[in-house]
């Protein structure tokens, strides 16, 4: 049965009544009881096990939806729930099924074309819509809890809210409250009962946190409906509750990094990567399912200030990559139940097949989304490919910028505004994107853009564009004239993800990447001419970079002279869709280059 939200909501967050035991009873487990207490009596133990996936995103399948064929990496991981349900179902058969918990950390329903597809194409929240791939292949796992992440907004709440009805476990975030009451607007956590072969029942007590930065990143959908404190402060507030309602073990999902920084700077309320933080500092835990940072983190312990005691955190490598496994040793002694060992490892999806009840179950859907990313849209006159695309401008890149910029001029025409140049902002968001010559299909188009940002046009001054384009090429390592130049190490200076460096279309410039950071910019010109710091530009921005993501200056802060609800990946199809033909020779030029003194690096 589905967690019942209204249920939850219906009674006061003081009583604790709200939340009902999730998962069910354990049935004993058969292993004896061993060891020894106090003098001459046997000790009583119990073992368990808790999973935990993260940034799931959407992959059911170990398949590209952009590519069209099976996904691969560099280093030959596979991604998806059907993968993870056959390391599940072996964990499960090891150490016995009601000796274990299952639990994600967020990100759940955007990030491939099948999330996508029945968001937008063939909606869930349709009269008598779909049940949506997602929920499905967790309801046949067998998932006990989930935490929210920030991507489970970007698709509006009414997505959100109705996915939550169609999983059959409860949707946590203590950190998400009702805007106007604020009281929690979904569980923030759940309770879970292991029966052992001696003494009471295990209460497992799993809290849900996510990230606070869907207040910036999501503003359009959750502005004045929803509002989101610190991890910490939430934590602090509901680990003492649990442990008074009789929680032998709490566990944290989190979606939330464990670096204790932000990728956002001041712009975000509180810390975005919370949860070593929420670790150190809230006595109580145990430990935490770590998400959002995409990053692979076996076992990390952090200790906590006030009992001096270990907490053990993990997060599994995204999409399905990876199953993270804490293994919990439990001691009986004076009536209670205690932790007496933690420890965390993953188990590499890469070394399973696919579970055949997951990809039978969701085989027509995998097979409408094949089918629609195969449409046809339009031809190409010639091969573009973003390979280069972090260190030169390219064609594929230009086609991003030339179509948002077009669209801004097209929405700015009549306006105050409509004189005004309009610049557009585009990063490599990935480096096997590619538009091949002849047709152009869907999945060709929406490669280039995997995210589902909008768009807005800010008003920024010559001023502000270069201290822009400064701040966006700190992303090159500095190198000296004459040093030999490999452009796999040219990039990613301070771990600046591609996604967080922009070309700026519309001007030329050189970028001195021998110069220190903040002084890279040379050569910056507007129709042949310098840019005048007080002259007046219109940048075609993604909601993003807008809200703060990235921590670019000037634009947050930027009069906002249109904004559009629909996906840039959508502007996009419907774009080539209407034209029919992309020549880059209506578009593409070089406009900047990295040099060393004046000299090109390439």
């Known amino acids: ?89 072996q964990v499960r058969a090891e150490k016995g099924r009601r000796n274990t918990l299952l639990i994600d950390a967020g990100d759940t329903i955007q990030g491939t074309q099948l999330s996508y597809y029945y968001a937008k194409v063939d909606p869930i929240t349709a009269r008598r819509g779909p049940v949506h791939p997602m929920a499905q292949a967790m309801n046949a796992i067998g998932y006990d809890a989930a935490a929210l992440g920030n991507h489970e907004f970007n698709y509006g709440i009414p997505v959100l809210r109705k996915f939550e009805e169609q999983c059959d476990f409860p949707l946590l975030g203590a950190n ?56 910490e402060e939430q934590a602090a507030k509901y680990v003492p509750k649990l442990r008074s309602m009789g929680a032998d073990v709490v566990i944290v999902s989190a979606h939330s990094g464990s670096s204790g920084t932000s990728s956002y700077g001041d712009q975000l309320p509180h810390i975005e990567n919370a949860a070593a933080l929420v670790a150190e500092q809230v006595p109580g835990i145990d430990a935490i399912l770590v998400g959002h940072a995409h990053t692979e983190i076996p076992e990390y312990r952090v200790k906590n200030k006030a009992t001096g005691k270990d907490v053990v955190l993990s997060e599994p490598l995204k999409w399905g990559q990876r199953l993270t ?86 929405a700015l025409a009549g306006s105050e505004w409509a004189a005004l140049p309009v610049l557009s902002q585009a990063s490599c968001f990935s480096r096997t994107a590619a538009i091949p010559a002849g047709q152009v ?46 452009p796999a190490k040219l990039t990613n200076a301070e771990s600046i993800p591609d996604y967080n460096y922009d070309a700026v279309y519309g001007l030329a410039y050189d970028i001195d990447i021998a110069q220190p950071a903040g002084s890279r910019i040379t050569g910056l010109t507007f129709q042949g001419k310098p840019v005048d710091p007080a002259a007046q530009f219109v940048l075609a921005v993604n909601n993003y970079r807008a809200s703060g993501g990235g921590n670019f200056p000037h634009v947050p802060q930027a009069k906002q002279l249109w904004s559009n609800s629909d996906e840039i990946r959508n502007t996009i199809i419907q774009w080539v869709k209407a034209k029919g033909t992309v020549d880059p020779a209506q578009f593409a030029s070089v406009d900047w280059r990295l040099t060393r003194a004046g000299v090109p690096v390439f």
């Open 1 to 89: 049965m589905a967690f019942d939200r209204r249920t939850f909501l219906g009674s006061t967050a003081a009583t604790g009544a709200a939340v009902a035991l999730a998962g069910a009873t354990s049935t004993p487990a058969a292993a004896a009881p061993q060891g020894v207490e106090g003098s001459g009596s046997r000790a009583r133990t119990y073992a368990f096990t808790v999973m935990g996936t993260t940034d799931l995103h959407g992959n059911v399948f170990n398949w590209d939806y952009f590519t069209d064929k099976e996904f691969d990496d560099k280093a030959h991981n596979d991604v998806g729930l059907a993968k993870i349900s056959t390391l599940v179902e």
């Open 176 to 231: 998400a409250l009702d805007a106007r009451t604020l009281r929690p607007a979904f569980a923030p956590y759940s309770m879970h009962k292991l029966r052992t072969p001696c003494g009471r029942d295990v209460k497992v007590a799993v809290l849900g946190l996510t990230n606070p930065g869907i207040a910036i990143w999501d503003k359009a959908n959750v502005q004045g409906k929803m509002t989101f404190p610190g991890l």
């Open 325 to 410: 496994l804490f293994d919990f040793e439990l001691t009986w002694a004076k009536g209670r139940w205690s932790v007496a060992k933690v420890a965390a490892k993953v188990l590499n999806s890469n070394t399973v097949a696919e579970d055949p009840k997951i990809t039978r179950l969701l085989s027509d859907e995998h097979r409408k989304v094949v089918a629609y990313v195969n449409q046809v849209i339009g031809t190409s006159t010639q091969a573009m490919s973003s390979a280069d695309g972090p260190v030169k401008d390219v064609a594929i890149i230009d086609l991003i910028n030339h179509v948002q910029a077009e669209t801004v001029k097209g």
């Open 441 to 486: 299909t869907i999945k060709d188009a929406a490669g280039l853009y995997p995210f589902e940002n909008t768009m807005e046009a800010r008003l920024l001054t010559g001023a502000q564009v270069k201290d822009y384009l400064e701040y966006s090429a700190r992303y090159y390592v500095q190198t000296a004239p004459g040093a030999p130049v490999d």
